[in-house]
């Protein structure tokens, strides 16, 4: 068994076209495109929404993935093509299944002052890729073990369970160490774990890890050791998953597993067919970019 902790840094990416907000990109990135079937971790905030404007992303397509929503503050409405209307709050899972095509709207609401929170996408396995869209939500009971209060918003941790349905295991939680807590969580060792920190330093494994790391943990261990090094609360994001046995292609708001899925995603959606229409926003779809030059090639995790 080995505690080593790999530790991969943010890059800084505009989300959301024209009126673009700034995200930290942690997953993927050349070192690692999985963490289970997680496949895209975007963590942004605390953003004062009277100087950046906050967040007003216009209908724009998905294929292939699920994506889930999960605010630390504020509040943002979602519209989808299946006709759901929700709001994201703090501490409330907002789960959306693209499967063979669905577009939404993300729009920070005017009772938002400080806008905080993350952005995950998991990838489809092939034989589900094409599922019917689908939208989920749910607002975990936190549970507290040894000075670390834990809301499971997927999956199992510390005694807890969400019913929120997925296509592959996996494990998503949010957890907030009390200053100088330490805690050893039961996990399961045939998952992959990853660990964003959004506020403090925490030690994974006794692994440092910073504001905005995500630090890996490969399988084969039963439990995860979490200590907060600081005299703050600490909070972090715990993803995981069985490593997911599949080669992907993602490109743009797309999961495919050829160039051709994408590009056919693409035509799709310029034509305006096959991913449905949002209600309610008041504005243009995105425009999908260019496709590059050369062929999109499949990625899968590193061994």
Same mark, same amino acid.
Request: contains cysteine; proline residues 8%.
């Given at each position: ?59 724009? /397509? ?5 994506? &889930? ?99 592959? /295991? ?65 909070? &972090? ?67």
């Amino acid at each position: 068994m080995s505690s080593t902790v790999e530790v991969l840094t943010a890059r800084d990416v505009p989300l959301g076209g024209p009126r673009s907000m700034t995200v930290r990109r942690t997953l993927p990135q050349r070192a690692r495109t999985l963490i289970g079937a997680w496949c895209f971790v975007d963590h942004y905030g605390p953003d004062d929404v009277s100087v950046t404007g906050g967040m007003d992303v216009a209908p724009h /397509p998905h294929t292939g993935l699920q994506t &889930v929503s999960w605010l630390f503050s504020g509040e943002i409405e979602h519209r989808d093509s299946l006709g759901s209307h929700a709001l994201v709050r703090p501490g409330e899972l907002n789960l959306m299944t693209g499967g063979h095509g669905i577009s939404h709207t993300e729009v920070s609401t005017p009772a938002t002052t400080v806008l905080h929170g993350v952005q995950l996408w998991v990838a489809l396995p092939d034989a589900d890729r094409h599922a019917d869209r689908d939208f989920q939500h749910y607002a975990p009971s936190p549970v507290t073990v040894d000075g670390a209060e834990i809301g499971v918003f997927l999956g199992e941790l510390a005694g807890s369970v969400s019913p929120v349905r997925t296509f592959t /295991p996996l494990l998503g939680a949010e957890i907030v160490l009390a200053p100088r807590a330490r805690v050893t969580l039961t996990v399961d060792p045939a998952f992959e774990h990853g660990l964003l920190v959004d506020r403090g330093t925490v030690r994974l494994n006794e692994t440092p890890l910073a504001q905005a790391e995500l630090g890996y943990a490969a399988p084969g261990s039963a439990t995860l050791a979490l200590g907060n090094e600081t005299d703050a609360a600490a909070r &972090v994001v715990l993803l995981g998953g069985p490593p997911f046995g599949e080669e992907i292609v993602m490109w743009w708001n797309f999961i495919g597993r050829s160039h051709e899925d994408i590009a056919q995603a693409r035509s799709d959606w310029m034509a305006g067919t096959r991913f449905g229409e949002v209600l309610g926003y008041d504005g243009d779809p995105l425009p999908a970019p260019e496709l590059p030059s050369v062929p999109l090639k499949p990625r899968g995790r590193v061994r």
